[in-house]
């Protein structure tokens, strides 16, 4: 392929990178109610791309998720091209790059370190230390450091991780154990941005604003700013701090290689290597030059291996190897029903070190590496199955093998099938929680288990007076990318209630304190009031006056457990009338007093 | 800096922070300086055409001028309250809303803000009322319908309470930010209050714990009253929520009377339009609270009554 326009493919690829990534921060932002009960769609397209989200889904599910259709189209053009998605359009991968571009300078001085070590060593005719695969520094571009992370030598067990990963993480889906959502890539980057990142940058402009006071800040820069750049008002998360931790760990990833979770950890970047496999695309030569080594050191993925050449199922198209090839024969070539014919390499690749014995170790085991171009071997197969097998059996002995309730007040998002269905559904992206208007949503911590960490619950009374489910709003069903919070129109979602509202006679005011309050009564949406009043009594007050207390009931079949009752109640604390899950076992006997 | 300095410049900050908070006073002149007045005047007009009617309904007061100055910076606060659309009933109908700022400003007010602290979301509510569209609609970068900032709502000591003797009220609401504040209610049911109408509508410019207010709901609202004092109170009854309230959401609960109620007595609008429930002024226990504290007429022989 001649590159397009007389562009390096390299300022393509970095054009196309800033675009999507673009597209997903706006998406991003566009997730929110913005004036229309109906979002404009698309926002979650980067979850239905994901074949690996798709996949551990429709296993623990055990059910075929139309909506994960563009994960289809994903899987057809990697058959074609290969992994490109990794390098053009996954919007981690995007900021992985970015932030190596912040640490360059900090490669620069490493850099230097190893360049004083090596001519220290020659000087004192040391062995030689080992910096790059190609034996030699990328000229002018001092990105060393990654490959002396790696001790210059793709490990194969590093390489093995992330299929190690993505093998256990499909096979516990297939026992029903779903923990796709820790380590899908858009999941933990997308719950990073919402829970923490989000919040923190709301607050952040918002004190600025505050100092800078009033004036052409305040009036001109401030709305625009909230309007179009941030959310609308700064949302409030459980696990915020675990989230932030799990995203800064790959990106601290960082330091130790380039791309370093790309290469060995990211389960879907594993699943589109071994696609990567049969793609069409291949490079040209398939083995790196003898005599230089320019493309190794250029390579991000560490997709070029001196002794085992290229690996399609680690590059990411990148295209560096092409623009930075000094003799310009490296290129990328679509070749169907033809032998391809490897350009002849250096004629004088005899130069420089010559053929010592150890290239000839080397040469030997070459051709026995490039019959596996995926490094993937049975061990790793048989131990990935096992581990991913083993997991419900490890969850089921840490609670000792009894069967664990469901919390009554662990409320699911309106439409949630039961909890086995629903869990498996979920991939912990985040987004029905980013999209909440009232902030309601939130993630479960071990409520219901170690594999129900981050999937979505409703907690009423978190923000007072705020955090309840929002009538008329559908949004958390129309972004979820796997249905696991269905699709429903308003009507649907009343036929479906979260849960049921239950008063606590020992709290609520009108029946323990004998005070006039009824707020529940008030805010409660049902047209027909879900909360009555069941009786007024006249009382003496403390000033010796007559007060009418109206004490509440709550009509059951009229509720749809939206919690706004509990959101509002006046008591502070634990609120006077709380919601709990419609198949929870009568907790009106269970959890509160009954009235006299 | 030693360890001393640096204490004393801590005291030293933090004790200047403190002294720095706002309380707004609201002295005992207020209530006590009402003096009798000449007779109220109220207007009721009635009309399919809401824009109009708002027009109409200003002429026996004198025009919106009379109200808003040149140059003054006006609240009008509808009631915004909840996620209902205009037919629904629970919130001021958009089209008075829009007429009402429009006359403002016609007068000649350097600003028109509308703002209301919603039950529901408030993105929700400004957005399914109508009214955020209906203020946009004029074109107007006087007219804005904004959403209430949390950290403007600052305590104010009300020492003529007779239920509370303090609570948070909304700055842009009151005293130098606010020359004229329009206030303008629907009229519903509510089964607390039995009404909510112009008194009640003040619950949207305070901050705080508004479940607290229901504990004594009608002295309290009354109460609050003290601090916000609408120079105009415009009482939507183009349709009425007769049942199921404040929220609605029946259509069958609705009534549609195509009425405004205009006046600069509050007491006597809220008075009236009690009456349109078939209920006497008397029977709203917030109305005679806030009759006793003179911030207006509650008995309607007092008032003159304009039909237009």
């Given at each position: 392929?001649?590159?397009?326009?007389?562009?390096?493919?390299?300022?393509?690829?970095?054009?196309?990178?800033?675009?999507?990534?673009?597209?997903?921060?706006?998406?991003?932002?566009?997730?929110?109610?913005?004036?229309?009960?109906?979002?404009?769609?698309?926002?979650?397209?980067?979850?239905?791309?994901?074949?690996?989200?798709?996949?551990?889904?429709?296993?623990?599910?055990?059910?075929?998720?139309?909506?994960?259709?563009?994960?289809?189209?994903?899987?057809?053009?990697?058959?074609?091209?290969?992994?490109?998605?990794?390098?053009?359009?996954?919007?981690?991968?995007?900021?992985?790059?970015?932030?190596?571009?912040?640490?360059?300078?900090?490669?620069?001085?490493?850099?230097?370190?190893?360049?004083?070590?090596?001519?220290?060593?020659?000087?004192?005719?040391?062995?030689?230390?080992?910096?790059?695969?190609?034996?030699?520094?990328?000229?002018?571009?001092?990105?060393?450091?990654?490959?002396?992370?790696?001790?210059?030598?793709?490990?194969?067990?590093?390489?093995?991780?992330?299929?190690?990963?993505?093998?256990?993480?499909?096979?516990?889906?297939?026992?029903?154990?779903?923990?796709?959502?820790?380590?899908?890539?858009?999941?933990?980057?997308?719950?990073?941005?919402?829970?923490?990142?989000?919040?923190?940058?709301?607050?952040?402009?918002?004190?600025?604003?505050?100092?800078?006071?009033?004036?052409?800040?305040?009036?001109?820069?401030?709305?625009?700013?909230?309007?179009?750049?941030?959310?609308?008002?700064?949302?409030?998360?459980?696990?915020?701090?675990?989230?932030?931790?799990?995203?800064?760990?790959?990106?601290?990833?960082?330091?130790?290689?380039?791309?370093?979770?790309?290469?060995?950890?990211?389960?879907?970047?594993?699943?589109?290597?071994?696609?990567?496999?049969?793609?069409?695309?291949?490079?040209?030569?398939?083995?790196?030059?003898?005599?230089?080594?320019?493309?190794?050191?250029?390579?991000?993925?560490?997709?070029?291996?001196?002794?085992?050449?290229?690996?399609?199922?680690?590059?990411?198209?990148?295209?560096?190897?092409?623009?930075?090839?000094?003799?310009?024969?490296?290129?990328?070539?679509?070749?169907?029903?033809?032998?391809?014919?490897?350009?002849?390499?250096?004629?004088?690749?005899?130069?420089?070190?010559?053929?010592?014995?150890?290239?000839?170790?080397?040469?030997?085991?070459?051709?026995?590496?490039?019959?596996?171009?995926?490094?993937?071997?049975?061990?790793?197969?048989?131990?990935?199955?096992?581990?991913?097998?083993?997991?419900?059996?490890?969850?089921?002995?840490?609670?000792?093998?009894?069967?664990?309730?469901?919390?009554?007040?662990?409320?699911?998002?309106?439409?949630?099938?039961?909890?086995?269905?629903?869990?498996?559904?979920?991939?912990?992206?985040?987004?029905?929680?980013?999209?909440?208007?009232?902030?309601?949503?939130?993630?479960?911590?071990?409520?219901?288990?170690?594999?129900?960490?981050?999937?979505?619950?409703?907690?009423?009374?978190?923000?007072?007076?705020?955090?309840?489910?929002?009538?008329?709003?559908?949004?958390?069903?129309?972004?979820?990318?796997?249905?696991?919070?269905?699709?429903?129109?308003?009507?649907?979602?009343?036929?479906?209630?979260?849960?049921?509202?239950?008063?606590?006679?020992?709290?609520?005011?009108?029946?323990?304190?004998?005070?006039?309050?009824?707020?529940?009564?008030?805010?409660?949406?049902?047209?027909?009031?879900?909360?009555?009043?069941?009786?007024?009594?006249?009382?003496?007050?403390?000033?010796?006056?007559?007060?009418?207390?109206?004490?509440?009931?709550?009509?059951?079949?009229?509720?749809?457990?939206?919690?706004?009752?509990?959101?509002?109640?006046?008591?502070?604390?634990?609120?006077?009338?709380?919601?709990?899950?419609?198949?929870?076992?009568?907790?009106?006997?269970?959890?509160?007093?009954?009235?006299? | 800096?030693?360890?001393?300095?640096?204490?004393?410049?801590?005291?030293?900050?933090?004790?200047?922070?403190?002294?720095?908070?706002?309380?707004?006073?609201?002295?005992?002149?207020?209530?006590?300086?009402?003096?009798?007045?000449?007779?109220?005047?109220?207007?009721?007009?009635?009309?399919?055409?809401?824009?109009?009617?708002?027009?109409?309904?200003?002429?026996?007061?004198?025009?919106?001028?009379?109200?808003?100055?040149?140059?003054?910076?006006?609240?009008?606060?509808?009631?915004?309250?909840?996620?209902?659309?205009?037919?629904?009933?629970?919130?001021?109908?958009?089209?008075?809303?829009?007429?009402?700022?429009?006359?403002?400003?016609?007068?000649?007010?350097?600003?028109?803000?509308?703002?209301?602290?919603?039950?529901?979301?408030?993105?929700?509510?400004?957005?399914?009322?109508?009214?955020?569209?209906?203020?946009?609609?004029?074109?107007?970068?006087?007219?804005?319908?904004?959403?209430?900032?949390?950290?403007?709502?600052?305590?104010?000591?009300?020492?003529?309470?007779?239920?509370?003797?303090?609570?948070?009220?909304?700055?842009?609401?009151?005293?130098?930010?606010?020359?004229?504040?329009?206030?303008?209610?629907?009229?519903?049911?509510?089964?607390?209050?039995?009404?909510?109408?112009?008194?009640?509508?003040?619950?949207?410019?305070?901050?705080?714990?508004?479940?607290?207010?229901?504990?004594?709901?009608?002295?309290?609202?009354?109460?609050?009253?003290?601090?916000?004092?609408?120079?105009?109170?415009?009482?939507?009854?183009?349709?009425?929520?007769?049942?199921?309230?404040?929220?609605?959401?029946?259509?069958?609960?609705?009534?549609?009377?195509?009425?405004?109620?205009?006046?600069?007595?509050?007491?006597?609008?809220?008075?009236?339009?009690?009456?349109?429930?078939?209920?006497?002024?008397?029977?709203?226990?917030?109305?005679?609270?806030?009759?006793?504290?003179?911030?207006?007429?509650?008995?309607?022989?007092?008032?003159?009554?304009?039909?237009v």
């Amino acid at each position: 392929m001649r590159r397009p326009l007389w562009i390096p493919w390299r300022w393509w690829r970095r054009a196309a990178q800033l675009l999507l990534l673009l597209v997903f921060l706006w998406l991003f932002r566009r997730t929110e109610y913005t004036g229309a009960d109906q979002l404009a769609g698309g926002e979650n397209i980067f979850f239905r791309l994901d074949p690996l989200a798709g996949a551990a889904a429709m296993l623990a599910a055990r059910q075929f998720i139309a909506l994960f259709w563009p994960a289809l189209a994903l899987v057809a053009l990697t058959l074609i091209l290969g992994r490109f998605f990794c390098g053009w359009v996954c919007p981690l991968g995007t900021l992985l790059d970015y932030f190596h571009r912040l640490l360059r300078p900090l490669a620069k001085r490493t850099n230097r370190l190893l360049e004083s070590r090596i001519s220290n060593s020659r000087r004192l005719g040391g062995a030689d230390i080992p910096v790059c695969p190609g034996g030699r520094h990328f000229e002018g571009r001092q990105e060393c450091l990654p490959h002396r992370g790696e001790k210059c030598r793709l490990t194969a067990a590093g390489r093995a991780a992330k299929y190690f990963l993505l093998i256990a993480v499909l096979t516990a889906a297939a026992f029903a154990f779903p923990l796709v959502g820790l380590v899908d890539p858009f999941s933990l980057l997308v719950r990073g941005l919402t829970f923490w990142i989000d919040p923190m940058l709301f607050r952040g402009v918002d004190a600025c604003f505050g100092w800078a006071g009033e004036g052409w800040a305040a009036d001109v820069l401030q709305p625009f700013v909230k309007k179009r750049l941030l959310p609308f008002r700064p949302m409030v998360f459980h696990l915020a701090g675990l989230s932030a931790a799990i995203l800064a760990v790959v990106f601290a990833l960082e330091l130790a290689a380039r791309r370093f979770w790309c290469r060995y950890v990211c389960p879907l970047g594993a699943g589109l290597g071994l696609l990567a496999r049969w793609s069409l695309v291949k490079r040209l030569p398939a083995k790196v030059c003898k005599s230089c080594g320019d493309c190794v050191a250029a390579c991000r993925m560490g997709a070029l291996d001196p002794a085992a050449g290229f690996s399609p199922e680690a590059c990411n198209l990148c295209m560096e190897c092409v623009d930075f090839c000094p003799k310009g024969i490296a290129r990328f070539t679509i070749e169907i029903g033809r032998k391809v014919v490897s350009p002849q390499c250096h004629p004088e690749r005899s130069e420089g070190s010559g053929a010592n014995s150890a290239e000839i170790l080397r040469s030997a085991q070459d051709d026995r590496r490039q019959a596996r171009p995926v490094r993937l071997s049975r061990r790793t197969v048989l131990t990935g199955i096992a581990a991913g097998a083993a997991m419900p059996g490890i969850a089921w002995a840490a609670r000792l093998g009894q069967q664990r309730p469901v919390p009554p007040d662990l409320l699911r998002p309106p439409g949630a099938a039961d909890e086995p269905t629903f869990l498996g559904l979920c991939i912990r992206c985040g987004e029905c929680m980013k999209v909440c208007p009232t902030n309601v949503l939130q993630p479960a911590i071990f409520q219901s288990g170690v594999e129900g960490l981050f999937s979505p619950r409703l907690i009423p009374r978190l923000i007072f007076e705020q955090s309840y489910c929002e009538y008329a709003c559908t949004l958390c069903g129309q972004v979820c990318p796997t249905g696991a919070i269905p699709r429903l129109d308003e009507e649907a979602k009343h036929a479906q209630p979260t849960g049921k509202a239950y008063f606590d006679h020992n709290l609520c005011l009108p029946w323990a304190e004998k005070t006039a309050c009824i707020r529940c009564e008030e805010m409660c949406p049902a047209p027909d009031k879900a909360i009555k009043i069941l009786n007024t009594r006249k009382i003496i007050g403390k000033d010796g006056q007559e007060v009418e207390i109206q004490q509440p009931y709550v009509d059951r079949d009229l509720c749809v457990g939206c919690g706004i009752c509990e959101s509002n109640c006046t008591i502070e604390g634990t609120a006077g009338i709380r919601v709990f899950r419609v198949d929870a076992a009568d907790p009106q006997t269970e959890f509160l007093l009954k009235p006299k | 800096m030693d360890r001393r300095e640096f204490i004393e410049q801590v005291a030293a900050w933090s004790a200047g922070l403190c002294a720095a908070t706002p309380i707004f006073e609201v002295g005992s002149i207020l209530a006590a300086e009402e003096k009798p007045k000449a007779k109220p005047i109220l207007a009721v007009a009635k009309g399919k055409e809401y824009g109009a009617l708002v027009e109409r309904a200003m002429k026996p007061l004198g025009s919106m001028a009379a109200f808003v100055g040149k140059g003054a910076r006006v609240v009008v606060k509808p009631n915004i309250g909840w996620d209902r659309t205009p037919e629904q009933a629970a919130n001021t109908h958009p089209d008075v809303v829009k007429a009402v700022v429009q006359q403002c400003l016609d007068a000649g007010a350097k600003q028109v803000l509308v703002f209301d602290r919603t039950c529901n979301d408030a993105r929700r509510s400004y957005s399914r009322s109508g009214i955020q569209a209906a203020v946009e609609s004029i074109g107007d970068s006087r007219a804005q319908c904004v959403f209430q900032d949390q950290k403007k709502f600052v305590p104010v000591k009300i020492q003529n309470g007779k239920s509370i003797n303090e609570f948070s009220f909304y700055k842009d609401a009151m005293g130098p930010a606010c020359d004229c504040y329009i206030n303008v209610p629907i009229a519903k049911h509510h089964v607390l209050a039995k009404l909510t109408l112009g008194l009640k509508n003040i619950m949207g410019v305070i901050g705080g714990n508004r479940g607290e207010i229901h504990k004594d709901i009608h002295q309290r609202i009354a109460d609050l009253n003290l601090v916000v004092r609408p120079q105009l109170t415009i009482i939507d009854a183009t349709r009425i929520l007769l049942r199921n309230g404040p929220t609605g959401g029946k259509l069958e609960d609705v009534k549609i009377l195509h009425t405004l109620i205009a006046s600069a007595d509050m007491v006597a609008a809220d008075a009236y339009a009690t009456t349109l429930f078939g209920m006497k002024p008397e029977e709203l226990g917030a109305t005679v609270a806030a009759a006793k504290f003179g911030l207006g007429e509650i008995d309607l022989s007092k008032v003159k009554i304009v039909e237009v």
